[in-house]
């Protein structure tokens, strides 16, 4: 089926200049990017993203380098978009992921894992929400 899924690069990929090639990746698997914008993440907006995690150890962590940098927020949409985004990524920790994806060759520690995906298409809804307002994104119509 049809999905959108939220892809963030992360502050450590946009430092390392490489979104154009995190990009390419998405769009040679078929992804069509819907949405994109660069920001700067506020402490607030961080906190909010990942408040799912927010008794995790890590948290503090976290959300400080989320907010160390710019990222680039995209609204992904494509066939089975949610598990072809998270098998681009790769797993969550780099050491852990396949040869060939994106942590593999971008990303050298979990906490700076170069990419966010989302985990379902239940959060994809509720993250693309909590970025995009309706409007803002652009589905093919050619
Ligand atoms: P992300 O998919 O953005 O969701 C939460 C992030 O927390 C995760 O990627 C990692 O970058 C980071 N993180 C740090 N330590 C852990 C951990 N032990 N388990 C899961 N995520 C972690």
Do not use: W
């Not at 450590?12 to 990009?23: C, L, Q, S, T």
């Not at 700067?40 to 380098?65: C, I, M, N, T, W």
């Amino acid at each position: 089926a049809v999905e959108r899924t939220l892809s963030i690069i992360k502050p450590d990929a946009v430092a390392k200049n490489v979104i154009g090639k995190i990009y390419k990746r998405f769009e040679k698997a078929g992804l069509n990017i819907v949405g994109s914008r660069m920001i700067h993440l506020s402490q607030e907006k961080a906190e909010g993203f990942y408040a799912e995690h927010k008794e995790r150890p890590f948290f503090p962590d976290l959300v400080a380098f989320m907010t160390s940098g710019p990222v680039v927020v995209s609204v992904l949409e494509g066939d089975n978009a949610v598990v072809l985004h998270r098998e681009l990524m790769g797993a969550t920790n780099p050491a852990e992921a396949a040869p060939g994806t994106i942590r593999a060759d971008f990303a050298q520690t979990i906490d700076e894992n170069a990419v966010h995906g989302s985990d379902s298409p239940t959060s994809a809804a509720r993250e693309i929400a909590y970025f995009f307002d309706k409007a803002e994104l652009c589905p093919r119509t050619r």
